[in-house]
């Protein structure tokens, strides 16, 4: 079970961080990341991490704004986002799948484990 945690509400321009804890497993070998769903939009791929490695990719748009990173010893990821901004308001999937391939990395049907969610609101 993932369970995330550490949304709520920012200003543009504030900085939130999410995290994400497994229990009941270990995130080894897997591909972990984060998903996002506004408001009458598809969920959509924000940012992953290979567990092994540590390799990040990131969606275009948010590249620069937004960094996902690991802490092995919590069995937690973590998703800092800068510079928020009203589009960013949606509600915050973490999410974890094995073996991957790279061409799916923003698949989210490619991600069999879900966390809960948690909402993120930036207000201008």
């Known amino acids: 079970q993932l369970q995330a945690s550490g949304g709520g509400s920012a200003q543009a321009g504030d900085s939130l961080g999410l995290s994400c804890t497994a229990s009941?497993?270990?995130?080894?070998?897997?591909?972990t990341g984060w998903f996002r769903q506004a408001p009458g939009k598809e969920r959509e791929f924000v940012a992953t991490?290979?567990?092994?490695?540590?390799?990040?990719y990131y969606a275009d748009s948010l590249r620069g704004r937004f960094t996902i990173s690991r802490d092995i010893a919590k069995n937690t990821i973590y998703l800092q986002m800068n510079n928020l901004k009203p589009e960013d308001t949606a509600v915050y999937y973490c999410?974890?799948?094995?073996?991957?391939?790279?061409?799916?990395?923003?698949?989210?049907?490619?991600?069999?484990?879900w966390g809960q969610g948690t909402l993120v609101t930036v207000s201008s």
């Open positions: 991490i290979k567990w092994n490695g540590g390799h990040t």
């Open positions: 999410a974890a799948g094995g073996s991957i391939i790279l061409s799916n990395i923003r698949n989210r049907q490619a991600y069999d484990h």
């Open positions: 009941g497993r270990t995130f080894r070998g897997y591909t």
